[in-house]
């Protein structure tokens, strides 16, 4: 069975400071792992990692994978208010059909202090 | 571009009820579609994804169930919630990727 673990659970930091997430992963067969975001209602997708060591960036969220040690961090430098929400790490399973299922982890919340 | 709608956006229900959530995916041809549910602000559980019409599987046993009637409607259903039915349902549609796009969701409280 595929499992997705993430750390911390929860995290309070102050604006301006650098958070890393982690996510570590259990899979069958990798495919790739997908990063999102989760404030009041629906995930937003922020990144897909297919390779290791290839840094995926977006303003100031950026994120790496590791596929011979099995993880994925997600960095926020210089944090806002507006990054504090739940960021979720997801790895597709096996596929049926065309289908490819999610497996989550539980999820960090990140919240941001002014 | 692609929009996903789910409807109601909050429920509250009797347990005994029965249940019907809707998710509707413009802009796109034969998606793939999933429900999830999520507890507590956590992590997501699929409770069921279709590749098609009529295609449904079921990766939780429990008293819920989908059917997939139209292309592009997703329907979850239950004919008796119970109070652990209580919970975050999200919709949500991919194509032939990996990366799934989700609906704004579905409040139920099950008293």
């Known amino acids: 069975e595929d499992k997705v673990v993430q750390s911390p659970l929860s995290l309070v930091v102050h604006e301006g400071d650098t958070v890393t997430l982690n996510c570590s992963y259990e899979?069958?067969?990798?495919?790739?792992l997908l990063w999102y975001k989760q404030e009041k209602k629906a995930p937003t997708f922020l990144f897909m990692l297919?390779?290791?060591?290839i840094e995926k960036k977006s303003g100031r969220l950026s994120s790496i994978l590791d596929k011979k040690e099995l993880f994925s961090i997600l960095n926020i430098t210089a944090t806002q208010t507006g990054d504090s929400a739940i960021y979720l790490c997801a790895v597709p399973g096996d596929a049926s059909g065309s289908a490819r299922q999610l497996t989550f982890g539980s999820g960090t919340q990140l919240t941001v202090l002014p | 571009s692609q929009t996903i709608h789910q409807w109601p956006a909050t429920l509250v229900q009797p347990v005994g009820s029965p249940l019907s959530l809707e998710c509707t995916v413009e802009?796109?041809?034969?998606?793939?579609l999933y429900w999830y549910r999520q507890a507590a602000g956590r992590g997501l559980q699929l409770l069921f994804y279709s590749v098609g019409i009529g295609q449904i599987s079921s990766e939780v046993p429990q008293n819920l169930s989908a059917s997939r009637p139209q292309d592009r409607q997703f329907i979850l259903s239950s004919k008796k919630l119970l109070l652990s039915d209580s919970g975050f349902y999200l919709c949500?549609?991919?194509?032939?990727?990996?990366?799934?796009?989700f609906g704004p969701g579905t409040r139920l409280t099950v008293t």
């Open positions: 949500a549609w991919s194509s032939n990727t990996y990366e799934q796009y």
């Open positions: 899979v069958t067969n990798f495919r790739s």
């Open positions: 297919t390779s290791s060591g």
């Open positions: 802009g796109t041809s034969n998606p793939n």
